[in-house]
């Protein structure tokens, strides 16, 4: 009933279309951008409904305050504390390899104003657990999400974030002047 209910609202009633062309392994990162919305959060959210998805997600801890708190654990969500150093790469990664199913999507920019500056935390979670990286974007203009892409981390970070960057240069944000892949 649900996947139904994401799927019509989703395609038929708000228009978007898909072009999913990579494998879902059972273990993978999902590098989503670009992120310049909160509306990103809730297409993200029927995507999932509408092809019968669970990932989890990371996003800013002042997001989780009553009654928010427990909707986005619910979901998914994991608090992320910008202000202090933590263990969070390691321990996604440590609970990665653990899973017998992983799925994390995080937001290379980190915030939805521009960023040329990308973190580079999906992709550091995704070598230490030697997993794949799916490169999702999500294109307002087109109304069209992508992933036709996936990332394998060799070490060459400069390199394949370079890459990464690079596949999503031509999406349109719903506000198109909060997204950069900075200078390459």
Known sequence: MWKSFCRWLLYKQ????????QEHPS?????????TSN?????GQLY????????NFLMKKEWFFWPLGPIFRSLGGIPVFRSKKTSMT?????????????MLCITPEGTRSPNPEWKRGFYYIAQKAEIPILLYGVD???KLIRCTKTIVPNG??????REIK????????KKPENFTIGEL
Request: aromatic share 16%; net charge negative.
């Open 39 to 43: 509306w990103d959060f809730l297409i």
């Open 166 to 173: 690079l596949y999503f240069k031509d999406f349109k944000g």
């Open 90 to 102: 390691d321990n996604l990664a440590e609970a990665a390899r653990k899973a017998e199913t992983f």
């Open 140 to 142: 307002y203009e087109q």
């Open 27 to 35: 273990k993978y990162i999902i590098c989503l951008a670009p992120h």
């Open 48 to 55: 999932n409904g509408a092809e019968g998805l669970k990932s």
């Open 14 to 21: 708000l228009g978007w279309s898909i072009d999913v062309t």
């Open 156 to 161: 060459d970070i400069d390199t394949q974030m």
